[in-house]
């Protein structure tokens, strides 16, 4: 498999379940990123790993809790969400110590909240 | 308060023709740009970029135009076909240390819709 592959596709949940975002990306990139897509707005950059350290958490509330055990995996974990959480969720991956560091997308997780 | 601006949320075009997306920044310390193109339902898809050392990168049918007096860039697709027709992203890069974040991190435009009718 090739590029960067999320799963699952679809996912509904209550909002006092628990459930994982899986992003695997095929690029032997050192970057991975979360972004949240919701209607008429700008994909907000959640979460930035580089080489698995963390490195960026924009203000992002506590129910989601990102994992990155290794440079080819990320994982977002939601807890106790919000319906307005619901949007698509988007991961990606970068090479960053190239000059142009184009980021790669995955198809992305659409997430509702009941 | 917005640092990537698209201001045309649809652009309408005939097929054949020239469509041309626009994007404004309002930061000069970016350095690097790129469009994406979405269909509904996928995650964006790379398109084409162009570094601020650069005013003119050309890829098949896309060009991408810079004018950094203006912190202008603009998508021009030539001739539009109606597989183009998507929602087009504008992204900038912060140059490295700017922001005291990491290197790599984009800021997005909202997009705009591209309908090319055939």
């Known amino acids: 498999e090739t590029g960067v592959t999320q799963t699952p596709r679809h996912l509904v949940m209550g909002m006092t379940n628990k459930k994982s975002l899986k992003c695997e990306q095929h690029?032997?990139?050192?970057?991975m990123y979360w972004y949240k897509q919701s209607a008429k707005k700008p994909l907000e950059l959640m979460f930035v790993?580089?080489?698995?350290?963390?490195?960026e958490n924009n203000s992002v509330p506590s129910r989601f809790s990102p994992e990155c055990p290794n440079s080819s995996h990320l994982f977002l974990h939601l807890h106790t969400l919000q319906p307005e959480d619901s949007a698509l969720y988007l991961c990606?991956?970068?090479?960053?110590?190239?000059?142009?560091?184009?980021?790669?997308f995955g198809p992305g997780t659409r997430l509702t909240v009941l | 308060d917005q640092q990537v601006k698209q201001n045309s949320p649809s652009l309408s075009v005939q097929e054949g023709r020239i469509s041309i997306l626009n994007c404004d920044y309002t930061?000069?310390?970016?350095?690097?740009f790129l469009w994406y193109k979405k269909y509904p339902a996928e995650g964006p898809t790379f398109l084409i970029s162009i570094s601020s050392i650069k005013d003119k990168n050309e890829d098949g049918r896309f060009t991408v135009f810079l004018n950094k007096s203006a912190k202008h860039l603009s998508l021009h697709i030539v001739p539009s076909q109606p597989g183009d027709s998507a929602v087009y992203f504008c992204?900038?890069?912060?140059?490295?240390?700017?922001?005291?974040?990491?290197?790599?991190?984009?800021?997005f435009g909202k997009g705009t819709k591209l309908s090319v009718k055939p």
């Open positions: 930061n000069s310390m970016f350095d690097y």
């Open positions: 690029l032997g990139h050192n970057a």
């Open positions: 790993y580089n080489f698995k350290e963390q490195t």
């Open positions: 990606a991956s970068s090479q960053v110590d190239r000059v142009t560091d184009t980021q790669y």
């Open positions: 992204a900038a890069r912060p140059s490295t240390g700017h922001y005291g974040g990491s290197q790599g991190n984009l800021i």
